[in-house]
């Protein structure tokens, strides 16, 4: 067997932490350059941002949704295998109801985040 040379487990945790948990614009454009390829593509259900700037603007956006308390925290570990990894998550106030979970599905090429796919559960799942 052939080991995988991708981080799935800390390059998807570090995008959790340092992009969607960054609430700083410029904290997390730079998390962004050292996780996401150029040409990225972030998909969330209603829309789609291409590029380091549309990234950022999509989580700047996201993130000023929600209340200042909530966090996004690792359900597990990440799993992945031949460029492709899966991390689960919840968000909600700290020690408070989870509000939202889902998981991230991330295409890699070598080791950045070409494409990112995010899916939120149905509520009460």
């Known amino acids: 067997m052939i080991a995988d040379p991708i981080d799935y487990d800390g390059l998807m945790q570090a995008n959790l932490a340092r992009v ?7 904290r997390r454009a730079k998390a962004i ?3 996401y390829a150029a040409d990225a593509v972030l998909y969330e259900p209603h829309a789609a941002a291409t590029g380091h700037a ?16 909530f966090a996004f925290t690792a ?15 919840q968000s909600g106030p700290p020690n408070g109801p989870v509000a939202v979970t889902g998981t991230d599905v991330a295409h890699f090429h070598g080791d950045l985040i ?3 796919y995010v899916f939120l559960d149905p509520a009460g799942a």
């Open 33 to 35: 350059a050292e996780i």
């Open 20 to 26: 969607f948990g960054e609430r700083d614009a410029s």
């Open 75 to 89: 359900i597990g570990p990440a799993v992945g295998h031949h460029g492709i990894g899966r991390l689960r998550w």
């Open 114 to 116: 070409h494409s990112l």
């Open 54 to 69: 549309a990234i950022n603007q999509a989580v700047d956006e996201l993130l000023s949704s929600l209340p200042p308390v």
